[in-house]
């Protein structure tokens, strides 16, 4: 079984930027993808960028260029840098993994950028 458990939140100013971290607990090796996802209130999650197990990585337009979704090869940990930041990027960012057809969730982690 995988556990997730997000860190890295944070208030920041618009235009900073925040590390956001996934550790991954369990058999992080029967990972295929994973994921970040991001929810603001009166909305679903949407997703933000993914990352495949051969390293292939994917971005919603609007955080291509500033986002950067990687992952430890030792550990699995998964990371989002997130730069250039900006009032709308806030939320809460969950973390997503899908392990041997198991949907996995961590409890989120909160952004806040605001001036």
């Known amino acids: 079984q995988v556990l997730l458990?997000?860190?890295?939140?944070?208030?920041v100013q618009p235009g900073g930027s925040l590390r956001l971290a996934c550790a991954v607990s369990?058999?992080?090796?029967?990972?295929?993808?994973?994921?970040?996802?991001?929810?603001?209130p009166g909305n679903g999650r949407e997703l933000v960028a993914s990352l495949t197990t051969p390293g292939?990585?994917?971005y919603v337009h609007f955080v291509k260029g500033r986002f950067t979704i990687s992952r430890e090869s030792t550990n699995g940990t998964l990371y989002l840098q997130m730069n250039s930041?900006?009032?709308?990027?806030?939320?809460v960012y969950y973390c997503y993994?899908?392990?041997?057809?198991?949907?996995?969730?961590?409890?989120?982690?909160?952004?806040?950028?605001?001036?």
Do not use: C, F
């Open 5 to 11: 458990v997000e860190s890295g939140g944070g208030s």
């Open 85 to 91: 930041l900006k009032p709308d990027d806030t939320g």
């Open 26 to 40: 369990g058999d992080w090796g029967s990972i295929d993808t994973m994921s970040w996802y991001r929810q603001v």
């Open 56 to 58: 292939i990585a994917n």
């Open 97 to 115: 993994a899908l392990s041997s057809g198991r949907k996995v969730w961590g409890q989120g982690t909160l952004v806040t950028v605001s001036s």
